[in-house]
């Protein structure tokens, strides 16, 4: 049976259909050498913590209008755990590619990128962009969004500042990894070993895995 709009709100543009927007992703990045490699970095322990602010702030400003936010929020954790579960996959194949050539830590985030087309799946700081789509599309078929009352660029600033804030903890753990290993050259293969056992320390302490 499929889902039923509830509400498209003052304004609203259907999701598809006739004149409507695909909530599909779009183009893969680019390979360019040059291109930011900034990566969009969600943990599991997060997820709820950015699904309840986000409904929180959408509903304390009236963009939406639902009777039930705890569904919601499940809603949109929902998108961010599927986003996690999909993720896994590079992430393991390129993690698998490093050690087997032995490869630099550097070399993570390209590898991931180039296993994630195989997968037609949008890492980096597009996947944020699609994340997004992906929770406005769940908003807009959730039996427990009565009326969504904004548009949706509108609805992406709030879902922007909060994903950004909840994901860029990544710089804090890099940062903290690097003090445990500093007496160590980065570059060899020791500091590569070292610095994989110790963000994996900082991420169990902060219960992040």
Not at 2 to 26: A, M, V
Not at 41 to 56: F, P, R, S
Not at 172 to 180: G, I, N, P, T, W
């Amino acid at each position: 049976m499929p889902l039923e709009i509830r509400g498209q709100g003052k304004g609203r543009k259907p999701l598809t259909g006739p004149g409507g927007r695909s909530i599909l992703p779009g183009p893969l990045p680019s390979n360019d050498p040059l291109e930011r490699l900034a990566q969009m970095k969600l943990y599991t322990g997060k997820v709820d913590i950015i699904a309840a602010e986000i409904c929180g702030r959408l509903v304390a400003d009236e963009l939406i209008d639902t009777p039930n936010p705890e569904e919601v929020e499940l809603d949109i954790a929902s998108v961010l755990k599927e986003y996690i579960r999909r993720d896994r996959k590079p992430t393991d194949a390129a993690k698998d590619i490093c050690e087997k050539q032995g490869l630099p830590y550097s070399s993570f985030p390209k590898l991931k990128r180039q296993m994630a087309q195989k997968e037609s799946f949008i890492v980096g700081d597009e996947a944020i962009d699609y994340v997004m789509d992906q929770m406005i599309g769940v908003l807009m078929h959730s039996q427990f969004v009565e009326e969504v009352f904004a548009e949706d660029h509108e609805i992406k600033v709030i879902m922007r500042e909060v994903i950004r804030k909840h994901t860029e903890i990544e710089t804090e753990l890099d940062a903290e990894a690097r003090q445990k290993i500093k007496n160590l050259k980065e570059g060899t293969n020791e500091w590569d070993i070292e610095y994989r056992k110790a963000m994996d320390q900082v991420m169990k302490r902060r219960k992040l895995n």
